[in-house]
């Protein structure tokens, strides 16, 4: 029987897993506990078309919009018309989603989506909710599990993965394997202020690098634009804005529309990067405020905020705030990476037995900045895929035969004099200042720099923690190569020296290609 080694425990990694062990042999191994994954920490929910009053080509058009036009668009549509069945086998496997009095799906509404699609569970605890409810399903199927598995490198052998190299309590050992998904998540600890949890270090991307296989679009890299600008941050839903909540600057303006028609519902670029610029140029956060919504009486709109945003109304509160009465502070934070190891449509990458899921993946989907509450859709649906193609190739002598990695982009870099010595709070500074929310040529050739010289000091990495912050070295490399290259503005991806004004538009071939 064909064994399968799913590297990760979130949606996309726990789904391709159990649809892989319909046919397959299949061991899910994690670097934390089981349940300690992104998808936990999702607020917002999962976007699919679910009304007879929203429609596969609206989902479609949004998604690419929201994209600038950069994302695939075969890789769209399977991620939209294949959403619907996937919410469906969610339900199956015990997710509650949230319902009115007469028993209909509550679907809210989140900015750049045209149609209110937006399922919640437990108001803001989507995340959480799925991620229990898969895991409980995992724990009843034939999946070995193997927790607090650190994966150091793929095995690569005669042109194809054979196995991964994990290290397990201390000790390092090979799983063998015919194949092997990646489902390890994306890289937010690059960047020094960041909504992602502590293990989200790009440890797949990094191997996957190692190993010489392709990536692409890791200059896209979404920064959330309401985290609460507090010493201990916390993310705040877009869904909080899609209900009507409004951002403020320190004169009490709605400063959004100066910079898109929709405001506070623009694509989230576009939000975060304006945020960025007026708390810069006054000197302090802006401030998110949800006084507006429900109802005049404060005691009767924390009630109703309570029980729409009760893990976020916990987090405001236990930071001292009474949002319920007063505005609160935000700003932008690194959230999503776009880019990732690169896939075709059932996840295959350039090595032969190779898949990646989810968001350490380069489906396509997202193009230049992903429209909200579709990642998790995304890692449902190409996880789904994923495990079928796995489990429809048990009894093929043969992998597909990869595709060909194209060239690593080249980037020049400056001569930085004496740079701060290596260490992940470093890097966290240099990528945030650098190679964030706001680019230009002189600040990536200064990261690239620094970011060379670290990486010329010979480490041996030994423990968890060690070859984390080599894997960011990594791919924060990779990042700045990219962002180099990429000389004008797209979507996530904005260069202060991109003279030709940008804006959004979906190409005529994509409309095409798509409709």
């Known amino acids: 029987m064909t064994h399968v080694v799913v590297v990760g425990s979130g949606i996309a990694g726990i789904t391709a897993a159990l649809h892989a062990a319909r046919r397959c042999d299949v061991t899910l191994v994690t670097k934390g506990a089981l349940d300690e994954a992104n998808t936990a920490y999702a607020q917002g929910g999962v976007a699919a078309v679910t009304s007879p009053d929203d429609t596969i080509a609206a989902h479609i058009e949004d998604t690419i919009t929201a994209g600038s036009g950069a ?17 469906a086998e969610l339900v199956d496997a015990g997710v509650t989603f949230d319902r009115d009095a007469t028993g209909a799906l509550v679907r809210g509404r989140e900015a750049a989506h045209s149609h209110a699609r937006v399922l919640h ?19 009843a199927s ?91 941050p916390f993310l705040v839903s877009e869904a909080v804005r899609g209900e009507g909540a409004v951002v403020r600057d320190a ?30 140029a006054q000197g302090a956060p802006v401030v998110l405020d949800a006084t507006g919504l429900y109802d005049a009486d404060p005691a009767v709109r924390a009630a109703r905020l309570r029980g729409r945003f009760p893990t976020i109304d916990g987090a405001v509160r236990a930071r001292g705030f009474d949002w319920a009465r007063e505005p609160v502070p935000v700003t932008p934070a690194a959230h999503y990476l776009m880019g990732g190891v690169m896939t075709d449509l059932d996840g295959r990458t350039s090595l032969a037995g190779l898949y990646a899921v989810g968001e350490c993946a380069r489906t396509g989907v997202h193009g230049a900045n992903r ?28 992998w597909p035969a990869p595709a060909p990695a194209p060239m690593a982009p080249r980037v020049a870099h400056a001569r930085v004099t004496a740079p701060a010595p290596f260490s992940r709070a470093a890097l966290q500074q240099l990528m945030w200042r650098d190679a964030g929310l706001l680019r230009d040529a002189a ?50 991806h904005h260069r202060l020296d991109d003279t030709v004004p940008h804006t959004v538009s979906i190409p ?8």
């Open 71 to 87: 994302n695939d668009p075969a890789a769209v549509r399977v991620l939209v018309e294949e959403g619907p069945a996937r919410i």
């Open 121 to 139: 569970a437990g108001g803001d605890a989507t995340g959480r909710a799925i991620q229990d409810a898969l895991v409980a399903r995992l724990r």
């Open 142 to 232: 034939s999946v070995r599990i193997v927790e607090h598995a650190f994966l150091i490198d793929l095995v690569v052998r005669d042109h194809g993965v054979a196995g991964v190299d994990v290290l397990v309590d201390g000790r390092r050992t090979v799983l063998p394997a015919d194949a092997v998904i990646l489902a390890t998540g994306g890289a937010g600890q690059l960047y020094a202020h960041t909504t992602n949890p502590a293990v989200a270090t790009a440890d797949g991307i990094a191997a996957a690098l190692r190993a010489g296989v392709c990536v692409a679009d890791l200059e896209f890299v979404q920064f959330h634009p309401t985290v609460l600008a507090t010493a201990s």
């Open 251 to 280: 004169g009490g303006r709605r400063f959004l529309f100066d910079a898109h028609p929709d405001g506070e519902l623009a694509p989230r670029d576009v939000v975060a990067r304006a945020i960025a610029r007026r708390s810069a």
């Open 371 to 398: 429209l909200a509450s579709n990642s998790l859709l995304e890692g449902a649906v190409f996880g789904a895929r994923a495990g079928d193609a796995v489990a429809a190739h048990t009894a093929s002598a043969a």
């Open 443 to 492: 600040g990536l050739a200064h990261a690239a720099g620094a970011l060379a010289q670290w990486a010329a000091v010979p480490r041996i990495p030994r423990t968890v923690a060690e070859h984390e912050d080599e894997n960011l070295l990594t791919v924060a490399r990779a990042v700045v190569a990219a962002a180099s290259a990429r000389t004008s503005s797209l979507g996530a």
């Open 508 to 515: 005529d071939r994509v409309l095409t290609e798509v409709f």
